[in-house]
């Protein structure tokens, strides 16, 4: 089946510094996705991706749908101390075998 | 506007016992999927539906877990009976087009 590796698996930072982090696949995509998990929460959707190539920014955080189909980026820039949680790649197949597959999350630590 | 609404948000469990979870997916969402996410890991999918239709159900233990979306709106995941390894954090999404929203997911303790 369809796997994302996701990287790093964690990061700890300084308030202020900027983070990627990223994920790629064996597979093509149709659509990324960029989620935020926080403890006891679901994930929160940050960021969807539709075309190769495509660059799109949330505030702070930027993420990128790579050439190939099969990779994606997100960068957080200036961290803050809320910035701390789970970060998800998915990556979306569609057609009549639609699937959404998750990455194993980057935990973001942030040291005020 | 109301998202994924889940219940319960905790349940803790005898092991054999059955266990149900319910979710409400955002108005006008006709797709609507059960995840199960073990700790430290990726959401994995169980099911998802087209309305009413269980459209991909590969993943789901059909031994012991059952789901329905009866109406094509709210949907019940159901464990019986439960085993230790069951014990996860369930969440519910829902989506229009290809953007699944997340409820806020059923912490399952199995003992």
């Known amino acids: 089946g369809q796997q994302l590796n996701q990287s790093p698996q964690s990061m700890f930072i300084q308030e202020g510094e900027d983070v990627s982090m990223n994920c790629t696949s064996s597979?093509?995509?149709?659509?990324w996705l960029w989620y935020k998990q926080e403890p006891g929460e679901g994930p929160v959707l940050l960021i969807a991706?539709?075309?190769?190539?495509e660059l799109t920014s949330n505030g702070r955080l930027t993420a990128q749908f790579g050439i190939t189909r099969k990779d994606s980026f997100l960068n957080i820039s200036a961290s803050i101390p809320s910035d701390v949680g789970i970060y998800f790649c998915?990556?979306?197949?569609?057609?009549?075998?639609?699937?959404?597959?998750f990455g194993k999350g980057t935990l973001l630590t942030v040291n005020p | 506007e109301a998202g994924v609404v889940q219940s319960p948000r905790y349940k803790i469990i005898e092991k054999k016992q059955p266990v149900a979870f319910w979710c409400n997916p955002i108005?006008?969402?006709?797709?609507l999927y059960w995840y199960r996410q073990n700790l430290g890991q990726g959401p994995e999918l169980l099911i998802r539906?087209?309305?009413?239709?269980?459209?991909?159900d590969s993943q789901l233990p059909k031994d012991r877990f059952s789901a329905e979306r009866l109406k094509g709106v709210d949907s019940t995941l159901k464990i019986q009976p439960a085993e230790l390894g069951d014990s996860a954090v369930y969440l519910c999404?829902?989506?229009?087009?290809?953007?699944?929203?997340f409820g806020q997911g059923t912490r399952l303790t199995v003992v």
């Open positions: 999404a829902s989506s229009f087009g290809s953007e699944a929203f």
């Open positions: 539906y087209e309305n009413e239709e269980a459209v991909d």
């Open positions: 998915a990556g979306v197949s569609g057609g009549s075998n639609y699937k959404l597959t």
């Open positions: 991706l539709y075309k190769a190539g």
């Open positions: 108005s006008g969402h006709n797709t």
């Open positions: 597979s093509i995509f149709n659509t």
